[in-house]
């Protein structure tokens, strides 16, 4: 049976606030834990300079929209990397993170050409056209350095968990629509992974309080949003915000993901706790 675009988006938007937005919401919190803030007046301050920078983000698309859908490909590579970054090398990272964004244009090509018009209607078949050869070539580096990791012997294991685990997405991809396919995983693999990695050491009920609050006012943030996009029809302005909005809350939590990890690097045993 085919599912509509409305009702994908639809899924997909109910899935990423249930699932995907609760492990941004958590941003504060890891601050807190890397010491960028400490007071409510230093949560405040934090807060305002994290949506300044999501807000500057969103005014930037609606400027320069084939520049931002650029970043925001770029930007997905980079952190999407990070769900293998204790198993793999950086290098073997970005090129499985890169077949993961760019394996639907590969398979379902128009699908994402009418997607990205939406988002940047002058640059999207180029766009697409550039994943469309880059995906293959992402494929054989994956598969190259897989097969070279097998022949050492403490590697074999999480070898062979990679393998399946990429196999199952490489499947994923191709057979289910891009929109479907990303929702499998950014809501089963990397949203659960970064919760599990962020929470970890930490009371249950600040969990609780800080997801459930950023979550909320994430929502509302949206809410807001979506009347003031250009989009002149419900699937093209939902696109927007699923995909926008995500680009604006990714740049500050990237980087205080990235700040955190420097930390992890330089003080792994205070990072810890």
Not at 85 to 100: F, G
Not at 214 to 226: K, Q, R, V
Not at 238 to 266: C, D, R, W
């Amino acid at each position: 049976m085919q599912i509509s675009h409305s009702t994908q988006m639809l899924m997909l938007l109910i899935a990423v606030a249930a699932a995907g937005l609760p492990h941004g919401a958590l941003d504060p919190l890891v601050a807190r834990r890397a010491k960028l803030w400490h007071r409510r007046s230093g949560l405040l301050a934090f807060s305002l300079l994290y949506l300044s920078i999501a807000g500057a983000v969103f005014c930037f698309w609606t400027l320069f929209p084939d520049t931002t859908l650029a970043i925001l490909l770029g930007l997905s590579v980079w952190h999407f990397s990070g769900d293998w970054r204790t198993a793999l090398p950086r290098s073997q990272c970005l090129a499985m993170a890169t077949l993961v964004i760019c394996a639907p244009a590969f398979w379902h090509s128009s699908e994402v050409s009418a997607l990205f018009s939406y988002l940047a209607p002058a640059g999207a078949p180029l766009f697409v056209s550039f994943m469309y050869y880059l995906a293959p070539l992402s494929l054989v580096a994956v598969a190259t350095a897989r097969v070279m990791g097998r022949g050492k012997r403490k590697n074999r294991k999480v070898n062979t968990a990679l393998l399946f685990e990429f196999g199952m997405l490489m499947l994923a991809a191709a057979v289910l629509s891009p929109l479907v396919f990303f929702l499998v995983y950014f809501c089963l693999l990397h949203s659960p992974r970064h919760l599990l990695a962020v929470t970890r050491g930490v009371e249950r009920i600040e969990v609780i309080s800080y997801g459930l609050i950023f979550t909320l006012l994430a929502l509302c943030l949206a809410l807001g949003t979506f009347f003031l996009l250009p989009g002149s029809s419900i699937d093209e302005r939902l696109t927007q915000l699923l995909f926008i909005g995500l680009l604006a809350l990714t740049v500050p939590h990237m980087i205080i993901i990235e700040h955190t990890s420097n930390l992890t690097k330089s003080q792994p045993l205070r990072s810890a706790t």
